[in-house]
Protein backbone atom coordinates (compact mmCIF):
# COMPACT_ATOMS: atom_id res chain seq x y z
CA UNK A 1 0.00 0.00 0.00
CA UNK A 2 1.30 3.36 -0.33
CA UNK A 3 -0.35 6.53 1.14
CA UNK A 4 0.19 10.16 -0.45
CA UNK A 5 -0.43 12.73 2.50
CA UNK A 6 -1.27 16.95 1.98
CA UNK A 7 -2.09 19.59 4.12
CA UNK A 8 -4.77 22.21 3.23
CA UNK A 9 -7.03 24.28 4.13
CA UNK A 10 -10.31 22.05 3.16
CA UNK A 11 -10.96 18.59 1.32
CA UNK A 12 -13.39 16.56 0.97
CA UNK A 13 -14.75 13.28 -1.32
CA UNK A 14 -16.80 13.16 -4.05
CA UNK A 15 -17.86 10.35 -6.75
CA UNK A 16 -14.69 9.04 -5.61
CA UNK A 17 -12.47 12.25 -6.45
CA UNK A 18 -10.50 14.15 -3.59
CA UNK A 19 -11.17 17.92 -3.87
CA UNK A 20 -8.73 19.98 -2.52
CA UNK A 21 -8.58 23.77 -1.34
CA UNK A 22 -5.74 25.67 -0.33
CA UNK A 23 -3.46 22.25 -0.75
CA UNK A 24 0.42 21.85 0.32
CA UNK A 25 0.89 24.16 2.70
CA UNK A 26 3.86 23.64 5.64
CA UNK A 27 2.87 27.33 7.86
CA UNK A 28 -0.33 27.68 9.64
CA UNK A 29 -1.04 30.91 10.87
CA UNK A 30 -3.15 30.73 13.87
CA UNK A 31 -4.41 32.44 16.75
CA UNK A 32 -3.62 31.20 20.35
CA UNK A 33 -6.67 29.61 21.95
CA UNK A 34 -8.57 29.68 18.41
CA UNK A 35 -9.42 26.46 16.56
CA UNK A 36 -7.14 26.59 13.66
CA UNK A 37 -9.18 24.56 10.66
CA UNK A 38 -7.30 22.04 8.33
CA UNK A 39 -7.75 18.99 6.63
CA UNK A 40 -5.62 15.73 5.75
CA UNK A 41 -6.28 15.03 1.98
CA UNK A 42 -4.88 11.18 1.11
CA UNK A 43 -4.57 9.11 -1.68
CA UNK A 44 -4.27 5.72 -0.39
CA UNK A 45 -3.40 3.30 -3.44
CA UNK A 46 -4.56 -0.43 -2.73
CA UNK A 47 -2.71 -3.16 -4.66
CA UNK A 48 -4.81 -6.01 -6.14
CA UNK A 49 -3.61 -8.38 -3.68
CA UNK A 50 -4.74 -5.93 -0.32
CA UNK A 51 -8.32 -5.64 -2.09
CA UNK A 52 -11.00 -7.73 -0.06
CA UNK A 53 -9.93 -6.96 3.29
CA UNK A 54 -10.60 -4.69 6.20
CA UNK A 55 -7.66 -2.21 6.48
CA UNK A 56 -7.22 0.17 9.40
CA UNK A 57 -5.67 3.74 8.92
CA UNK A 58 -4.95 6.21 12.07
CA UNK A 59 -3.97 9.90 11.66
CA UNK A 60 -1.89 11.15 14.84
CA UNK A 61 -0.62 14.85 15.76
CA UNK A 62 2.35 14.71 17.45
CA UNK A 63 4.44 18.18 18.98
CA UNK A 64 8.22 18.76 18.00
CA UNK A 65 9.24 16.34 20.68
CA UNK A 66 7.20 13.82 18.78
CA UNK A 67 4.91 13.46 21.31
CA UNK A 68 1.10 13.17 21.11
CA UNK A 69 -0.70 16.94 21.38
CA UNK A 70 -3.42 16.17 23.70
CA UNK A 71 -7.13 16.68 23.45
CA UNK A 72 -8.65 18.58 26.43
CA UNK A 73 -9.39 15.42 27.80
CA UNK A 74 -6.04 14.34 28.20
CA UNK A 75 -6.45 11.84 25.33
CA UNK A 76 -4.22 11.73 21.81
CA UNK A 77 -5.58 13.97 18.95
CA UNK A 78 -6.05 10.95 16.93
CA UNK A 79 -8.65 10.48 14.22
CA UNK A 80 -8.95 7.67 12.45
CA UNK A 81 -11.29 4.70 10.83
CA UNK A 82 -11.28 1.64 8.21
CA UNK A 83 -12.19 0.65 4.64
CA UNK A 84 -12.36 -2.44 2.44
CA UNK A 85 -11.89 -1.80 -0.87
CA UNK A 86 -13.37 -4.84 -3.23
CA UNK A 87 -12.44 -5.49 -6.77
CA UNK A 88 -14.47 -5.32 -9.87
CA UNK A 89 -14.73 -8.83 -11.30
CA UNK A 90 -12.20 -9.51 -14.11
CA UNK A 91 -9.63 -7.57 -13.03
CA UNK A 92 -6.24 -8.67 -13.47
CA UNK A 93 -3.51 -9.41 -10.84
CA UNK A 94 -1.33 -6.32 -10.33
CA UNK A 95 -3.99 -3.89 -10.96
CA UNK A 96 -4.10 -1.19 -8.10
CA UNK A 97 -6.94 0.81 -6.57
CA UNK A 98 -6.92 4.28 -5.41
CA UNK A 99 -8.87 5.66 -2.06
CA UNK A 100 -8.62 8.97 -1.51
CA UNK A 101 -10.07 10.09 2.00
CA UNK A 102 -10.68 13.58 3.62
CA UNK A 103 -10.25 14.45 7.11
CA UNK A 104 -11.33 17.85 8.62
CA UNK A 105 -10.10 18.90 11.92
CA UNK A 106 -10.29 22.48 13.95
CA UNK A 107 -8.15 22.75 16.81
CA UNK A 108 -6.16 24.98 18.70
CA UNK A 109 -2.87 24.88 18.19
CA UNK A 110 0.04 26.88 19.97
CA UNK A 111 3.24 28.05 18.30
CA UNK A 112 5.58 25.71 17.56
CA UNK A 113 6.33 22.62 14.86
CA UNK A 114 3.97 19.81 14.45
CA UNK A 115 4.23 16.86 12.70
CA UNK A 116 0.93 14.22 10.94
CA UNK A 117 1.66 10.87 10.67
CA UNK A 118 -0.56 8.54 8.82
CA UNK A 119 -0.66 4.78 9.49
CA UNK A 120 -2.05 2.01 7.56
CA UNK A 121 -2.99 -1.27 9.28
CA UNK A 122 -0.74 -0.08 11.98
CA UNK A 123 2.47 1.19 10.08
CA UNK A 124 3.42 4.28 9.69
CA UNK A 125 2.76 5.15 5.69
CA UNK A 126 2.93 8.93 5.48
CA UNK A 127 4.04 12.08 7.16
CA UNK A 128 3.77 15.82 6.79
CA UNK A 129 5.36 18.38 8.86
CA UNK A 130 3.95 21.98 9.61
CA UNK A 131 4.81 24.81 11.92
CA UNK A 132 2.22 27.18 13.63
CA UNK A 133 3.22 31.07 13.99
CA UNK A 134 0.75 33.45 15.43
CA UNK A 135 -1.63 35.00 13.04
CA UNK A 136 -0.86 38.54 12.74
CA UNK A 137 -3.21 41.09 14.56
CA UNK A 138 -5.89 42.54 12.73
CA UNK A 139 -6.81 46.28 13.94
CA UNK A 140 -10.29 46.99 14.92
CA UNK A 141 -12.21 50.14 15.52
CA UNK A 142 -11.03 53.60 13.88
CA UNK A 143 -7.56 54.23 12.86
CA UNK A 144 -5.13 56.56 15.57
CA UNK A 145 -6.29 60.52 14.71
CA UNK A 146 -9.84 59.85 13.67
Not at 74 to 84: A, D, N, R
Not at 87 to 92: I, L, N, Q, S, Y
Not at 126 to 140: G, K, L, N, R
Request: proline residues 12%; charged residues 15%; glycine residues 10%.
Amino acid sequence: MRVTLLLCDAAQVVGGKLYILGGGWNLLRARPGHPSPMALAMSVVVPWNATNERHVFRACLLNEDGQPVMTPDQKPLEIGGEFELGRPPGTKPGASFNVPLAIQIAFPLEPGSYRWEVAMDGTTMAEESFTVVPAPMVPTGRPPGF
